[in-house]
């Protein structure tokens, strides 16, 4: 698309009755951006990784210069590679004019390492969390947590991938050539202002709903291709969008294998032709090639009568999760280099048992539809609850005592679905209205998709770590809901 027909597109967008904007055609042009690998420094057995937040401008669309900020660079950051049982130590710099904070999504790490709202960086200050790398391979993420600003911070840059790698994983003949074989996908939805510069939270409906972007970028890149030079790739996906939720597929509606969930390798491959991620979700699909054949990622509506679909009033302004988009093209070289067969047999994951819980505890997610809340200038309110509480970081919500297993039980009371996301550890789904989970939702997992009206069991053990006096988060991971309150504390002592 032409850069008149694209700043005509973005005017049309604002004056529409559609309160989200419908996504723009994609003319896929551009190299497929690969992050740069991270692996670190080691001194005296201590590896550390220097990140430093940063202001930027950035070519997205030809022609027109978008101010971001990123890691290192000046949008997104590099991808961190983690070993397991390296003592690490991630140095992060804050060279922005503004606070900052960074949370390893997914990293079991003590809670002053953690990143989320009361590690805060000061502008020029920095902040080193060191702890034990200490759970299973798999694809993980870095972004801003800072209180009430953790949607703005992400949308204009401050995320990154980690691949966290262990024996299992160096030993099982998946692809894992970082870059040629083994590609890290940051899927983000993005609108533009007609300057170029992003188009943040411009109404209430953005703040409902999440905010919904009319553009796809991929590692940053518009517009984006792929060229793959084997004959089979691993996708690493990361939604990390602010709101949106992706059904990624093909559009020759090819099968692939997912073979692993958010916190790593699943039990052997699953065999799909759809993979729903929310924000903040991450799957790893393996997909095969033939020479020169190219085919296209997409995302799909969501699957008539979904769950997950938003329902009554909140639909006419959601038009967001029921289109059908292009995501990556991907174009196979003439000739691919053989890649070996996918194992049969992947990870073995311990299962938790329920009657070993201490504890079920209850939460209701639920939000009003009052319009009084643009901004949330007041104490921290915000029209989005947790058992009809909004985010106070003077509460600690629940003390959880070490070494114990709790079932959380997540009631979903409003009219469109929100990805519950815990810090500390990665979880395992009992249930969903009673019935078993997906052979998806098997494994495990720091984020679930709970859909109006449903109500999910998951069950998690809380070890290594005590702090009484440093909280971890949980809340909603479309991230206009968390910082208008959906979000609360717990501390494990
Ligand atoms: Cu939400």
Same mark, same amino acid.
């Given at each position: ?226 060229? #793959? ?64 054949? #190219? ?199």
């Amino acid at each position: 698309m032409s850069r008149r027909n694209f700043l005509k597109s973005v005017g049309l967008s604002t004056g529409g009755l559609l309160l989200s904007p419908a996504m723009r055609a994609v003319q896929a042009r551009n190299p497929l951006q690969i992050p740069e690998r991270h692996e670190g420094i080691t001194t005296n057995s201590r590896v550390t990784y220097s990140l430093r937040a940063q202001k930027g401008s950035t070519e997205f669309i030809p022609g027109l210069q978008t101010p971001t900020i990123g890691i290192n660079r000046s949008y997104l950051g590099p991808t961190l590679i983690l070993k397991r049982g390296d003592d690490v130590e991630l140095d992060v710099h804050n060279a922005l004019s503004e606070k900052t904070t960074l949370h390893w999504h997914g990293l079991h790490v003590p809670a002053k390492a953690d990143g989320g709202p009361a590690q805060i960086i000061e502008p020029g200050d920095r902040w080193s969390p060191r702890f034990t790398v200490d759970q299973s391979a798999g694809t993980f993420w870095y972004h801003s947590h800072l209180l009430h600003k953790t949607g703005e911070q992400v949308y204009h840059g401050l995320t990154g991938m980690i691949i966290l790698q262990d024996e299992l994983s160096d030993r099982l003949p998946l692809p894992n050539d970082y870059g040629v074989d083994d590609i890290p996908l940051i899927v983000q939805d993005r609108r533009f202002k007609s300057d170029g510069s992003f188009d943040y939270i411009r109404a209430h409906s953005d703040v409902m709903t999440g905010l919904f972007g009319d553009r796809i970028l991929v590692n940053g890149t518009v517009d984006a291709v792929f060229r #793959p030079t084997t004959t089979r790739v691993r996708f690493r996906l990361l939604n990390a969008a602010n709101a949106r939720t992706f059904t990624f597929a093909f559009d020759d509606n090819r099968t692939f294998s997912q073979v692993a969930t958010d916190g790593g390798l699943m039990e052997k491959p699953l065999e799909r032709k759809s993979l729903i991620l929310a924000p903040s979700e991450r799957a790893e699909i393996v997909v095969e090639f033939n020479a020169s054949e #190219p085919c296209t990622l997409i995302s799909l509506p969501l699957p008539a009568g979904s769950q997950f679909a938003t329902r009554g009033m909140m639909a006419r302004m959601h038009s967001g999760n029921d289109e059908r988009f292009d995501l990556l093209r991907i174009e196979p070289a003439a000739s691919l280099q053989s890649s070996p067969d996918l194992p049969t047999v992947l990870a073995k994951i311990p299962r938790l048992n329920p009657s070993d819980a201490a504890v079920t505890r209850k939460l209701t997610l639920s939000m009003a539809m009052g319009m009084g809340m643009m901004g949330r200038r007041g104490s921290g309110g915000g029209n989005f609850f947790i058992n009809g509480q909004t985010m106070d970081m003077e509460v600690v919500n629940y003390r959880i005592k070490k070494d114990t297993v709790e079932i959380w039980e997540i009631t979903n009371d409003s009219m469109m679905m929100h990805p519950f996301h815990i810090h500390h550890s990665q979880f395992q789904i009992l249930d969903r209205n009673g019935k078993p989970p997906e052979a998806d939702e098997h494994g495990l997992k720091d984020t679930v998709k709970i859909g109006p009206g449903e109500t999910v069991r998951f069950i998690m053990r809380f070890e290594n770590y005590a702090d009484p006096d440093t909280a971890y988060m949980y809340h909603c991971h479309i991230l206009e809901h968390e910082d208008n309150g959906m979000m609360g504390q717990f501390t494990v002592e």
